[in-house]
């Protein structure tokens, strides 16, 4: 996890399905809140966060409910 990612993928929130590769990192493009299943299964609501964060988070699913941040952007 020292290295940068080696690639990046757009997120479409999903209540059902999990993203197609865990994130390193998610960066977020519009701000609002973001609703993830980490690696390892705990559901997390991130509050207010700002466009042009890059948050450091290991995730396979980001949610449709709940998540109001908008163009999101998977690290891996």
């Not at 020292?2 to 757009?10: E, G, L, Q, V």
């Not at 207010?48 to 891996?76: D, E």
Request: hydrophobic residues 45%; charged residues 15%.
């Amino acid at each position: 996890m020292d290295a940068p990612a080696d690639d990046a993928f757009a997120i479409a929130p999903d209540d059902a399905n999990e993203l197609p590769f865990i994130t390193r990192s998610i960066h977020i493009g519009g701000d609002g809140n973001l609703v993830l299943v980490t690696k390892k299964g705990t559901t997390v609501t991130f509050v207010g966060l700002k466009a042009g964060t890059t948050l450091p988070i290991r995730a396979k699913q980001v949610n449709l409910t709940g998540t109001t941040a908008t163009n999101l952007v998977g690290l891996v």
